[in-house]
């Protein structure tokens, strides 16, 4: 029972637009290409059709990018005996980070307007890894708190 998680978080990519808004969005955008595509034909402006596809295909592309920008994850896992890192990349490769609580060291690197901008867990100042780069600056600061706190009651402190 000495391995029982102190601290378990998943971090993701925020995404204000789901599956059925980007549906939404998606009919919409072409519905209104289509119906000024069909008004500069008529008016014997065809080469325009063209940009108008070249639209379309930058706009789904754009999106299809993002969306695959968020399923990333990243699984943080602190125990009495280990501090696991596990990230997923929109790709589906894993990769894992793994030390002993007792030397990991937790670091936060903040600007003066925007708070904090970078968070790394390392253990003795070798090797490490960077945690939750895609996070809005209110979960950066609320994940930094929590993990803190985290390690500091594996710490005894």
């Known amino acids: 029972m000495t391995d029982k ?9 925020y995404r204000s ?13 072409f519905a209104v290409t289509i119906f000024h595509l069909v008004v500069f034909v008529a008016a014997g402006a065809w080469p325009v059709a063209g940009f108008f596809g070249l639209d ?3 706009l789904y592309g754009a999106f299809w990018l993002n969306g695959r920008a968020g399923r990333a994850r990243e699984y943080v896992r602190v125990s009495p005996t280990q501090v696991l890192v596990e990230k997923l990349t929109p790709s ?16 936060v690197e903040r600007h003066e307007e925007i ?9 003795r100042h070798q090797g490490g890894t ?4 895609f996070l809005n600056p209110e979960d950066k600061e609320s994940f930094a708190a929590a993990f803190s706190s985290a390690l500091a009651r594996v710490h005894g402190r």
Do not use: D
């Open 5 to 13: 998680p102190v601290f378990e978080a998943v971090l993701s990519p």
């Open 56 to 58: 379309l295909v930058l």
């Open 17 to 29: 637009l789901g599956r059925a808004g980007l549906a939404v969005l998606v009919v919409l955008t």
């Open 115 to 123: 708070g904090i901008v970078a968070m790394r867990v390392s253990e």
């Open 92 to 107: 589906g490769r894993r990769s894992a980070f793994r030390c002993n609580p007792f030397w990991a060291r937790f670091s």
């Open 130 to 133: 960077a945690i939750g780069a």
